[in-house]
């Protein structure tokens, strides 16, 4: 069974950084994409950034780029997102997906609040 775990979310500071983690199992991740996306109140899903199984990672965002980094650690089985310099519009909910046997799955989000 494919499983996507999202960790590290929270309440920062406008500026600071956070890291999120997603966590995979149940398919032959050090081969497989997994991306980032994100969703804010009232908005549709952003696509953010993927990790490829090559180890490339790629920032799509316009709106995090130059303050985003996506990696992976395949000893782990972790994708992980951090974004600097957050600003209030980075509020959402953060989710990692992956696309396996022609079927898309989801993790179950990370909340992330910028807010002084």
């Known amino acids: 069974e494919v499983q996507l775990v999202e960790s590290g979310g929270g309440l920062v500071q406008p500026g600071g950084s956070l890291r999120l983690s997603c966590t995979a199992s149940?398919?032959?991740?050090?081969?497989?994409?997994v991306s980032w996306f994100r969703q804010a109140p009232g908005k549709g899903r952003e696509y953010v950034a993927t990790a490829h199984g090559d180890g490339r990672g790629i920032i799509v965002a316009d709106s995090v780029k130059g303050r985003a980094t996506v990696s992976r650690d395949n000893d782990k089985n972790t994708v992980y997102l951090q974004i600097d310099k957050l600003k209030s519009e980075d509020s959402a909910v953060y989710f990692c997906?992956?696309?396996?046997?022609?079927?898309?799955?989801w993790g179950q989000g990370a909340q992330v609040t910028v807010s002084s």
């Open positions: 997906h992956t696309f396996v046997s022609l079927t898309n799955y």
């Open positions: 149940g398919f032959a991740f050090s081969v497989t994409s």
